[in-house]
Each structure stands twice: as C-alpha cells, then as structure tokens.
C-alpha cells in the first residue's frame, strides 16, 4: 500500500488543523493505521493508532483529548484532527499501516510509510 499524508501547516497555539493520509494501492480495511510525529532533534514518538475497522483507537497520552484518529474506508483515507493545538506538537507527522487488524503504538510494527507533513505551532 502507498500512503500520502497531507494537511500540515503554519498555525498558532490552540488552533485545529486537520491531517489526512490516503492510501492506494491495496484493500485499505487490510491495515491497522497510525500517525506518529517527530520534532527536530527527537526521535520518532507514536501519536494515535485505530485498528482496521476504526472502531478501536490508542493514543498518546500527551494528546489525549485533544486529538481524534479517526479513518473513512470508503475514501480510503485516515484523518487526525488536532486541537487545542500547542507548540510542543511541532513536529513532522507521519501516518503508518500495518497488515494486521489491531492498532499498534509500536513504530516497529509498522511496514508502510507515508511521506510526512510538517505542523508547526508557535506561541
């Protein structure tokens, strides 16, 4: 499957922003899907994940309550909307699959990448 995520930008803190990664290529509902992020200078750190039906989702717990994971199997398509955004969610977002049901936090588990879309949040 070929991920390509979209949607980042320049906004400022408490501000929503929306990110999407379509997926081509293969049975979508094949794949458990998540988003993980990653700020200058850190490694790689999992944001949320939901299982191939979407109706079991993991989240961080720096943005519990704030962001939703959320995917439409009819568009092929995986959604993060984020609010209450803050500076320390800068980061490049990356959206993931896995040829397995369940969701993962684990970015190990994941095979398929998508390409990244920077968010940036200023105070």
């Known amino acids: 499957v070929q991920l390509q995520a979209s949607g980042g930008g320049l906004v400022q803190a408490g501000d929503s922003l929306r990110l999407s990664c379509a997926a081509s290529g293969d049975t979508f509902t094949n794949y458990g899907m998540g988003w993980f992020r990653q700020a200058p200078g850190k490694e790689r750190e999992f944001v949320a994940a939901?299982?191939?039906?979407?109706?079991?989702?993991n989240y961080a717990e720096s943005v519990k309550g704030r962001f939703i994971i959320s995917r439409d199997n009819t568009k092929n398509t995986m959604y993060l909307q984020m609010n209450s955004l803050k500076p320390e969610d800068t980061a490049v977002y990356y959206c993931a699959g896995r040829k397995a049901p369940y969701a993962s936090s684990w970015s190990s588990e994941y095979t398929y990448w998508g390409q990244g879309t920077l968010v940036t949040v200023s105070s």
């Open positions: 939901l299982r191939w039906s979407g109706g079991t989702t």
